[in-house]
């Protein structure tokens, strides 16, 4: 998932693109897909138009960035989407609890084919309701020039950064903290068969202040953090070489090459003798529960995710979320996708409710604070608790 929320504007009907099949008899209604997937928009209209000659169904593919309320707006007309591709997970809830999509026919695929993180990523309240495309996560990167090869645990990590730099990311995100939390035992919400257990908020445990300690100490103690410190700054310190380390993703790549800088890429060290897991962002596909058409709709969604996988990756380095699909040769040979293939498999989604939304904003405050030396980790940690359960109880009392 990136972390870039999913805010979108009607795309002028100009844009769309009326894929018609040929070589069979084509039926009177067509199906009219919306894709949120800007840079892979002329390949998956390719794979419309293949679709479409191999079935004889007419496809409209339209780009768009929807949000619930346009949706809601756009399938109560005559020619309203009959799916979505492409959405980020973390806003599927949002279109669940409107009542607006149908469940995943159980036939449909194997969870077991897919990586653990995306096939949570599809699940509400215990049921699945969307297909799992695409998968991303952050990671390390480092310095060649400064690091010949990549730490392996954290306390290796800091030892090398003290003497080369430092590493720094946005220490204020749970997006990027998630990791810390994780590896002391602590979470967001418990997950298990299928469901998120909201009334367990872990960000206010003993283990979550372990881990707001261990970040504060990165500031401190290690002087490399502090609260002003954002995404776009750690990456303009690490692109400059003032950094050793940077925590980033895919998206981050294009910007390092272009500027010369000596990189590479590793899973994330391991700390508190845990794996540090990273929160697993994943392009998911999605069937309208209005729609007439949603057999079909699953039909083209299955093709896309089994024959397009190769050129969405080639296209928008796009990591399949298809475990076998993984080992493509493409793939494998790349040592920067290698590395967020490894960082993936032991990533796991940020949850797929509702109430995630309450989480940001408290986290972040608190966090600039502790940073600022406004407050201590165990302050920081009860204050968020306190705000996140507030938040949620506010949220709730509304509908």
Same mark, same amino acid.
């Given at each position: ?27 009177? @209604?067509? $199906? *009219? ?8 928009? @002329? ?24 949000? *619930? ?6 399938? +109560?007309?005559?020619?309203? !989407? ?52 695409? *998968? ?53 919400? !418990? ?8 009334? @367990? ?23 490399? $953090? ?10 303009? +310190? ?13 998206? @981050? ?15 994330? !060290?391991? $700390? ?72 993936? +498999?032991?990533?796991?989604?940020? !949850? ?6 309450? *989480? ?11 940073? +600022? ?27």
């Amino acid at each position: 998932m990136k972390k870039n929320r999913v805010i979108g504007v009607l795309a002028c009907l100009s844009l769309s693109v009326l894929l018609v099949g040929c070589g069979q008899q084509k039926k009177s @209604d067509k $199906l *009219v897909i919306w894709s949120n997937m800007e840079v892979e928009a @002329d390949t998956i209209k390719e794979y419309g138009e293949k679709w479409s000659k191999e079935t004889g169904y007419e496809i409209e593919i339209v780009h768009e960035t929807p949000d *619930v309320q346009q949706f809601v707006q756009a399938t +109560n007309s005559a020619s309203g !989407p009959d799916a979505v591709i492409g959405i980020a997970n973390d806003q599927l809830a949002n279109y669940v609890t409107a009542g607006l999509v149908s469940e995943v026919p159980q036939e449909l695929f194997q969870d077991s084919d897919y990586v653990e993180a995306a096939v949570e990523a599809c699940y509400v309240d215990g049921k699945r309701y969307a297909a799992p495309l695409a *998968v991303e996560t952050v990671t390390l990167f480092y310095n060649t020039d400064k690091v010949p090869s990549a730490p392996v645990t954290w306390e290796e990590l800091l030892q090398v950064a003290s003497e080369q730099g430092g590493i720094q990311f946005e220490a204020t995100s749970i997006y990027y903290d998630l990791g810390f939390v994780r590896a002391f035992d602590s979470y967001i919400f !418990p997950y298990k068969d299928g469901e998120y257990d909201v009334n @367990d908020l872990g960000l206010g445990n003993k283990g979550a202040v372990n881990a707001y300690e261990f970040i504060q100490s990165l500031a401190g103690e290690y002087g490399f $953090l502090s609260a002003n410190v954002t995404s776009d700054i750690a990456k303009s +310190n690490f692109q400059n070489g003032e950094t050793a380390f940077y925590i980033g993703g895919p998206w @981050d790549v294009d910007g390092f090459t272009s500027a010369g800088t000596p990189f590479a890429v590793a899973p994330m !060290p391991s $700390l508190n003798n845990n794996n540090f897991v990273t929160p697993v962002g994943t392009q998911v596909s999605f069937v309208s529960k209005k729609s007439k058409k949603q057999d079909r709709a699953w039909d083209f969604i299955m093709y896309l995710m089994e024959k397009g996988a190769i050129d969405l990756y080639n296209v928008g380095a796009r990591i399949p979320a298809n475990i076998s699909l993984q080992q493509m040769e493409e793939i494998q040979s790349d040592e920067i996708s290698k590395a967020f293939v490894e960082q993936i +498999n032991q990533g796991e989604p940020l !949850p797929t409710v509702s109430e995630l939304g309450q *989480v940001w904003t408290p986290y972040t405050n608190n966090m600039k604070a502790m940073l +600022n030396g406004e407050i201590d980790a165990a302050t920081a940690a009860s204050n968020i608790e306190k705000q996140i359960k507030e938040g949620i109880e506010l949220m709730n009392s509304g509908r």
